[in-house]
């Protein structure tokens, strides 16, 4: 499919890069320099490209919005309508400093985006794992125990699409029901980023569900 990539830094470089590897086309924008959009489309070495943000936006089966929370309204200004769009975040309703989260409980940022865009089909995805792992995880793929990965949506159709995306990185998706569950992923997510980034064994980190039992 063609994959739109709105955010071009640590989680969309290389979830572009991957979706790119595994066989998408894709469009790197939204980056502070454009040499580094080429650099990705380069190194993603399928057919992929850098473009603008209305052209990955528009040209896109499924567009990955992976902004900072304070940049979303800048990006969004830049893509055009995005009205029957998937778009699969994995944005973070962060602070200025990324030490709390500033929607929460009674809403979640995949809420709220929505909200802004009410034609969408907004998708929660990949928020719930550091973007030291993707790679890793990536060249795990044909391994028969794959880490899951959490997402949540209200359109069958968009949630379909950021199922096979999700497969593609190489996680096992887990549909954990309407966008409102993003309330409860959003949070994890830092959890997670906690475990990675002040835990032992550094940040290379996923997890995965088992269910025990009949
Ligand atoms: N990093 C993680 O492990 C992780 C995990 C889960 C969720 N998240 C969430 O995912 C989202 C993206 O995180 P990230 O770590 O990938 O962030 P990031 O590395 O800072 O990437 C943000 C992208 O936006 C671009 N950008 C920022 N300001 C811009 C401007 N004024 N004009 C044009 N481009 C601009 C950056 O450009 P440059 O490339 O030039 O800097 C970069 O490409 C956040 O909402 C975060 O909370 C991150």
């Known amino acids: 499919m063609r994959v739109g990539i709105l955010g071009s830094g640590l989680m969309g470089g ?11 086309e894709v469009i790197f924008s939204y980056a502070r320099s454009q040499q580094k959009l080429s650099k990705l489309a380069r190194e993603g070495k399928g057919k992929a490209r850098p473009g603008l943000p209305r052209e990955a936006a528009q040209e896109a089966d499924a567009v990955l919005l992976a902004v900072h929370w304070s940049r979303i309204g800048d990006v969004l200004n830049q893509t055009g309508d995005l009205s029957g769009k998937v778009i699969v975040t994995c944005s973070l309703p962060m602070n200025d400093d990324n030490t709390e989260l500033v929607v929460a409980h009674t809403s979640s940022g995949a809420e709220e985006l929505a909200k802004r865009v009410p034609g969408a089909q907004v998708i929660a995805a990949f928020n719930t794992v550091p973007s ?3 790679f890793g995880v990536f060249e795990a793929r044909g391994n028969p125990a794959r880490p899951s990965l959490v997402y949540c949506g209200d359109k069958q159709a968009g949630k379909h699409v950021a199922a096979t995306l999700i497969r593609d990185v190489g996680f096992d ?3 954990a029901g309407p966008l409102r569950m993003a309330r409860y992923t959003e949070p994890f997510g830092l959890l997670v980023g906690q475990l990675a980034y002040e835990g032992k064994g550094g940040p290379e980190l996923a997890y995965r569900f088992e269910r025990f039992g009949k």
């Open 173 to 175: 998706p887990v549909d």
């Open 132 to 134: 030291e792992v993707l």
């Open 14 to 24: 290389k979830l572009g890069t991957i979706f790119a590897r595994a066989g998408h």
